[in-house]
C-alpha cells in the first residue's frame, strides 16, 4: 500500500505512534520489492553469518526463506545511537492549516511525524533515540535510549508539540545547536528538522551545524519547507499583506512585483546551504511539506549504513 494511502487513513495526532508504525510497515513492504530490499527490517535484525562462528543463533526458518545463513542480533549488539532535533519556532507552523487539513500539512506536523517515523524505525532495529525540541528556548531534552518506556515518553512530547498553540518565538536556532552538541559525548547520527530561518548573519549558524560534528557525530539535516509558497512564491496577484510570523512585522505588496527577486535570493540560499553542509560533511537533504517520507527514511537508512 503507498505510504499516501495510508496518510488519508489515519490523520489526528492523537494517534501519531499508529500512524508512524504504519507508514514503517508500509515502507519495509515496498523494500521488499526494490533495490534497497538489502536494508529491510526484517534483516536489520540479523545479521549474515560468517563461516567459523558458532551456529547456536542462525535463524533458521530465515534460512529456509532466503537460501542464506543469517545469526540473530541481540539488544547489546547495536550501538547506534541517534538524537533527533526539532525547532519549534513560529516560523516553522507555517503554512496555517485549515480544520480539514491534517496535521502534517504544515511544517512543525511534517517534522513531527517524520520523527515519530524515524522513532519506529529506530525501534524496530533496537537503536537508542533520543530528543530536543528548541525555539526561543531550550524546550525539551531527553539523552538517547532504547526502552520501550523511553519511546512512549518521546513520543507523548511530540503529541504534546501539535496540542500547543502557536505562539510569535523568534528562532535562536544557533544558541540551542550550541547546547546541544554540548550535551551529545557518545558518538551518535544527528538528525535536525529546521527550515533554516535564522536572522541575521549565516555563519554563526553554520559553524552551530559544524559544532554537531565534534565527537564524530555523523549529522543529518533535514531541510523543510513548504514548496509552493516558500519557494515558488505562488500566490495569485491580488494586492496581499505578509506578516512575519515571529516579529509580527507587516508588508502590503503585490506578489508578481517582487516573485522574480525572492525566488532567486531563495534559490541562492538553499544552494549556499548545500555548498556549506558538503564541505562540513553533513548530509543536506531539502524535504517539502506534503512530500511522503520515503526520502527521510531511506536516507536514515543508507547513512547508517556509513556509519562505521
Request: with cysteine; proline share 3%.
Amino acid at each position: 500500500m503507498r505510504i499516501e494511502s495510508q496518510l488519508e487513513k489515519i490523520s489526528s495526532f492523537a494517534h501519531l505512534e499508529l500512524l508512524a508504525n504504519q507508514v514503517v510497515e508500509g515502507f519495509i513492504s515496498g523494500m521488499h520489492k526494490s533495490p534497497f530490499h538489502g536494508f529491510s527490517a526484517e534483516f536489520a535484525e540479523h545479521k549474515v553469518y560468517n563461516s567459523g562462528e558458532s551456529t547456536k543463533h542462525i535463524d533458521w526458518k530465515l534460512f529456509a526463506k532466503t537460501d542464506r545463513l543469517y545469526t540473530k542480533r541481540y539488544e547489546e549488539e547495536t550501538n547506534l545511537r541517534c538524537h533527533l532535533i526539532i525547532d519549534n519556532s513560529s516560523s516553522m507552523h507555517y503554512p496555517k492549516l485549515n480544520d480539514d487539513q491534517p496535521f502534517y500539512h504544515n511544517k512543525i506536523g511534517f517534522s513531527v511525524l517524520a520523527a515519530a517515523v524515524l522513532m519506529s524505525l529506530l525501534k524496530k532495529q533496537r537503536d537508542a533515540v533520543g530528543l530536543s525540541i528548541y525555539s526561543d528556548k531550550y524546550e525539551y531534552y531527553a539523552p538517547e535510549k532504547g526502552s520501550d518506556r523511553h519511546q512512549r515518553m518521546l513520543i507523548s512530547q511530540l503529541e504534546n508539540l501539535l496540542k500547543r498553540p502557536s505562539e510569535p518565538k523568534q528562532t535562536d536556532t544557533v544558541t540551542f545547536l550550541h547546547q546541544i552538541a554540548e550535551k551529545i559525548h557518545r558518538r551518535s547520527m544527528i538528525v535536525l528538522f529546521t527550515d533554516m530561518f535564522q536572522a541575521g548573519d549565516d555563519a554563526p549558524l553554520f559553524n552551530a551545524l559544524q559544532h554537531l560534528k565534534h565527537n564524530k557525530h555523523k549529522v543529518v539535516l533535514f531541510h523543510v519547507v513548504d514548496h509552493q509558497t516558500e519557494l515558488n512564491f505562488d500566490f495569485d496577484n491580488a494586492p496581499r499583506k505578509f506578516i512575519d510570523v515571529e516579529t509580527g512585522e507587516e508588508i502590503n505588496i503585490f506578489s508578481d512585483s517582487i516573485k522574480e527577486a525572492y525566488t532567486e535570493r531563495v534559490n541562492d540560499y538553499f544552494k549556499k546551504v548545500a555548498m556549506t553542509c558538503a564541505q562540513n560533511r553533513i548530509k543536506y537533504v531539502p524535504v517539502a511539506v506534503g512530500d511522503n517520507f520515503e526520502k527521510i527514511m531511506t536516507t536514515y537508512l543508507i547513512e547508517k549504513q556509513t556509519f562505521g
